[in-house]
């Protein structure tokens, strides 16, 4: 297994040009079996969470290739089957359902269940499938879902913690192919689902309300081939954007979307962050020390909980004390306990993270426990004094394109053991 050795105290100096984004990509890339005729998908990060798709892909039949970040698709013939030792690595790998039942009529999947940033239920895509028409059940942790006919309905897909991102993916895609129209309330707005409404309106679904609350789309008979180019990675470009607040650094992102980090900025710029566009990109400075900021994180465009824990990282070595709570997913803050092993000031109280600033933090031994808490000590550790070893790098490589040599070609001393 690798890990990534990262000594503090450099301050991070130049630019950086942001991936596509992996949660626009898998949605995306499910969505081609929608058709048998040829797709291309441009600007694909190459991560592990892509390969693993492009290996569902082709394990249910569909000709891949990926080369240079372009990805072209044909799925000739689906199964309905998805295997389950590609599914349980991946828990994104739910959203070829509403793909599989659109195409198939039927659809067998593992249930994903849990994972380190807590319970994952899936019983909204369900509701929304049933409401079209796909009954499902479960049977020794796979759960079948069969519909004679996907017929449009109006579907309410909120849950306790709001919308969900991939629930609204699979009902919107499933509802492509459906008869009549479907309207769903209370969407995700995402950025992310956005792309994918995009993708399958070039694939020709007629699609209306995509990024709002409220969807229409309007079944059609046929989907086609489609070229699409992917969003870049809003996510990638703030953790980007923390590692030049934690160094002091001055930091210009290049290949991004502003308005899909409004609120990122916004909290950032709170803090005394000095953010401005330049011609090329956005350019991060730390002028002066930065101030402690509450947030909450909500559905978009509410502050994202995929940022939460590099923030966590940030307010441990920023002045004043910070409270961070979490509303997505109440269970995400595995990383605290690491941050404090490095010398944070942390506690929870219920799903609210009290962060009190410290002047540093100290390198140490830490163990990643899931993608973004992996990010969040890789950014402490550029910060701390001497040496941060983050094991079990293989969660970052899931999300970030090459993490080490970009960080590395800012200044950062990182280096990959493997
Ligand atoms: N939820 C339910 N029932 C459902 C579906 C979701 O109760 O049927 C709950 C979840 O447990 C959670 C909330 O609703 O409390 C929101 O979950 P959502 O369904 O929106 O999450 P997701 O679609 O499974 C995507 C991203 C996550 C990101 C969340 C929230 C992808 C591949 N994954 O997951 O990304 O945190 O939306 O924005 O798009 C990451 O990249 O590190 C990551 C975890």
Known sequence: MDKLIVKGGVRLKGRVNISGSKNSALPILAATLLTPETCVIRNVPDLSDIRFMLEILSRLGAKVTFEDGVVTTRAEKVDS?????????????ICVLGPIIARCGR??????????IGDRPIDIHLKGLAALGAESRMEGGDVYVTSKELVGKEI???????????????????????RGLTIIES??????????????????AKIVGQGTRRMEIEGVDHLHGAEHSIIP????????????????????????EPEHLVNLIDRLKSCGAHINPE???????????????????????????????????LMSVTPGISAITEKIF????????ELRRMGASVELEGATAIIHGVEHLSGAPVMASDLRASAALVLAGLVAQGTTEVNRVYHIDRGYEHIDQKLSALGAQIERIR
């Open 107 to 116: 659809a067998k999947i593992s249930e994903p269940g849990g994972c380190v």
């Open 156 to 178: 309410f897909l909120g849950g306790k913690f709001g919308s969900t991102v991939l629930g609204t993916d699979n009902v919107m895609m499933a509802a492509t192919r459906a």
């Open 187 to 204: 969407a995700a707005c995402e950025p992310e689902v956005r792309d994918l409404a995009e993708f399958l309106r070039k694939m020709g």
């Open 233 to 256: 990675d809003r996510i990638e470009a703030g953790t980007f954007m923390v590692g030049a607040l934690i160094t002091q650094g001055d930091v210009v992102l290049t290949g991004i």
């Open 330 to 337: 109440p269970h995400r803050f595995m990383h605290l306990s």
């Open 279 to 313: 011609a090329s990109g956005l350019r991060i400075t730390t002028p002066h020390e930065l101030s402690s900021v509450d947030f909450v994180t909500e559905t978009y465009p509410g502050f994202p909980t995929d940022m939460q824990a590099q923030m966590c990282a």
């Open 81 to 93: 089957e998805t295997p389950y030792d590609l599914v349980r690595k991946m828990r994104a790998s």
